[in-house]
C-alpha cells in the first residue's frame, strides 16, 4: 500500500510541481564571449542576410509581361547558284506569325526568325521520281520496292517501281514533290552574312498587378528623335532599345558568321527584378545575352536551327508548283522576368518574430557550452539546477493570511 502511495506522491510531483527561472551570474569571460558573440551572429544573421539581403520584410508580386518586336534592314546576294537577289524584311522574316504564338514557349516569351542561310530547291510539281539513295531505299529490282509503303524518313509514297537514280544506282520510286530536295548542298558560308547588320526594336510593356505598378523599356526620356539615332551599348547607351544582331550575338560570346550557316537559338533575357520602396525611376531592365541551344564541341549530330516552309505558283496551263525552301537562321528568344518587393506589414511581423524566436535559442547555446566545454561544468551543473524541499513548519498559518491580506 505504501509503495502505491509513494508511486502515486511522485506522479502528482511530475505533473504539477512548477518550474522557475534562476538567474545565475556565472563570472567567466569565456561563457560571456560564447554568449555574446551567438548573440551577434543572430542579429548579423537578421539584419544583414534576412532584411538587407533577402528582404524579408517585403511583399512580393512576379512580373507580367508583353513583347513586340520590329526588325530592320536589307541585303544583297549574288552567288552563282542563285540569280541576284535583294533581300527586305518581308523575305528573311519567316514565317512571321509561327513564333509570335508558339505554344512550346514559356509565358511571357516572344521570339523572331532572321533567316541566314537557305537550300532552295525551285520548280517542284506533284510527280514520280527516284527516291534519294540510302540503305533503305536502293533496289534491284521491282520486287524491292513495296508499293504503297511510305517511309515517314523518306521523301514519298512508293509506287512499287525500281528506277534508275542515276546511271550506277537505281532506287525505289516515289510519289512526291518533285524534283527531290538535296539539303546537302547548305552553303558554307551564310547566304545572308549581311544580316549581321540588321537591327531589332523590342518593346517591352510591364506591371506588377499586387502593386498597381505599371513601366515599359522605352523610358520616359526616350523620344522619336532619339530612337533614330540610338543603338544598345552596355557601356555607353544601356536604356536604347534598338539592337543590332552582331553585337546581341557577341555579348553572348558568339561570332555571328559561324551561328549563321547552320542557324541556333538565342536568348534576350530582360531583368524587371526592382525594389519599389525606393524611387519607381531607379526600376529599369537589365538586358543579358545568352546562347540557349546545345552547343557541345564533341557531340555535333543534327546542330543548328532550321525548318522548311513552301511558296506556290501555277503555270499559265493551271499546273501547281512549289520552291521549296529549308530556312537555317537564328531563332531570338526575348524572355522576360523579375520580381518586385515592397514593404509589407504582414512579413515584417513575422520575420521578427523569427528573429526574437532565435534570440531565445542564445542562452541554450551559452548552457551547452557551460555545462559541456568549462573546467567547473560540475559546479555550474548543482548551482543551475536547486529542488526545493520544503518543511511544513516554516510556512505558519499567520504568514498564509498577511498573504492573502497583501
Same mark, same amino acid.
Given at each position: ?9 511522485? +506522479? ?22 560564447? +554568449? ?18 533577402? #528582404? ?15 526588325? #530592320? ?16 524584311? *518581308? ?25 541566314? /542561310?537557305?537550300?532552295? @530547291? ?7 521520281? $527516284? ?5 533503305? @531505299? ?6 524491292? =520496292? ?17 528506277? /534508275? ?5 537505281? @532506287? ?11 539539303? %546537302? ?7 545572308? *552574312? $549581311? $544580316? ?31 530612337? #533614330? ?22 555579348? *553572348?560570346?558568339?561570332?555571328?558568321? !559561324?551561328? %549563321? ?36 564541341? !564533341? ?10 516552309? %513552301? ?28 520580381? %518586385?518587393?515592397? +514593404? ?6 513575422? /520575420? &521578427? ?17 557551460? &555545462?559541456? =566545454? ?24 499567520? !504568514? ?7
Amino acid at each position: 500500500m505504501s509503495k502505491s502511495t509513494g508511486c502515486c506522491r511522485d +506522479f502528482l510531483h511530475y505533473v504539477f510541481d512548477y518550474e522557475t527561472p534562476k538567474t545565475l551570474v556565472i563570472p567567466s569571460i569565456r561563457v560571456g564571449f560564447v +554568449f555574446r558573440f551567438t548573440q551577434l551572429l543572430v542579429v548579423l544573421y537578421t539584419v544583414g542576410y534576412v532584411c538587407v539581403v533577402q #528582404k524579408a520584410y517585403q511583399e512580393t508580386d512576379s512580373v507580367v509581361s508583353t513583347v513586340t518586336t520590329k526588325v #530592320k534592314g536589307f541585303a544583297f546576294t549574288n552567288i552563282s547558284d542563285m540569280e541576284p537577289r535583294f533581300w527586305d524584311v *518581308a523575305d528573311y522574316i519567316i514565317p512571321p506569325q509561327v513564333f509570335r504564338t508558339c505554344s512550346s514557349l514559356p509565358k511571357g516569351d516572344h521570339s523572331f526568325f532572321v533567316l541566314t /542561310n537557305l537550300v532552295m @530547291t525551285p520548280g517542284q510539281t506533284q510527280s514520280r521520281c $527516284a527516291e534519294l539513295p540510302n540503305p533503305s @531505299t536502293t533496289c534491284v529490282d521491282d520486287c524491292d =520496292c513495296v508499293e504503297g509503303y511510305d517511309d515517314p524518313r523518306g521523301n514519298g509514297i512508293r509506287t512499287g517501281l525500281c528506277e /534508275n537514280y542515276s546511271s550506277t544506282v537505281k @532506287t525505289c520510286e516515289v510519289l512526291s514533290w518533285c524534283p527531290l530536295e538535296i539539303d %546537302a548542298n547548305l552553303p558554307k558560308r551564310p547566304l545572308l *552574312a $549581311a $544580316a549581321e547588320n540588321f537591327t531589332v526594336l523590342i518593346k517591352n510593356s510591364i506591371t506588377y498587378p499586387k502593386f498597381n505598378f505599371h513601366k515599359r523599356n522605352i523610358l520616359p526620356h526616350i523620344n522619336s528623335s532619339y530612337l #533614330k539615332t540610338c543603338e544598345y551599348s552596355r557601356k555607353t547607351d544601356p536604356d536604347c532599345p534598338i539592337f543590332r544582331l552582331r553585337h546581341i550575338l557577341a555579348e *553572348a560570346g558568339e561570332d555571328f558568321q !559561324d551561328m %549563321a550557316v547552320k542557324g541556333g537559338v538565342l536568348g534576350i533575357l530582360i531583368d524587371w527584378s526592382c525594389d519599389l520602396d525606393w524611387w519607381p525611376g531607379k526600376c529599369r531592365p537589365k538586358y543579358t545575352f545568352r546562347r540557349l541551344d546545345d552547343k557541345h564541341p !564533341d557531340n555535333n549530330v543534327a546542330p543548328g536551327y532550321n525548318f522548311r516552309f %513552301a511558296k506556290y505558283y501555277k503555270t499559265p496551263e493551271g499546273e501547281e508548283t512549289r520552291t521549296l525552301i529549308k530556312a537555317y537562321g537564328i531563332r531570338f528568344d526575348v524572355i522576360v522576368f523579375g520580381t %518586385a518587393g515592397k +514593404f509589407g506589414i504582414v512579413p515584417t511581423i513575422v /520575420n &521578427l518574430g523569427a528573429a526574437l524566436s532565435f534570440l531565445s535559442l542564445v542562452p541554450m547555446v551559452a548552457d551547452w557550452f557551460m &555545462l559541456t =566545454c568549462m573546467k567547473k561544468r560540475d559546479l555550474y551543473s548543482r548551482q543551475k539546477v536547486t529542488y526545493l524541499v520544503e518543511e511544513p513548519q516554516t510556512e505558519s498559518v499567520s !504568514d498564509v493570511h498577511s498573504c492573502f491580506v497583501l
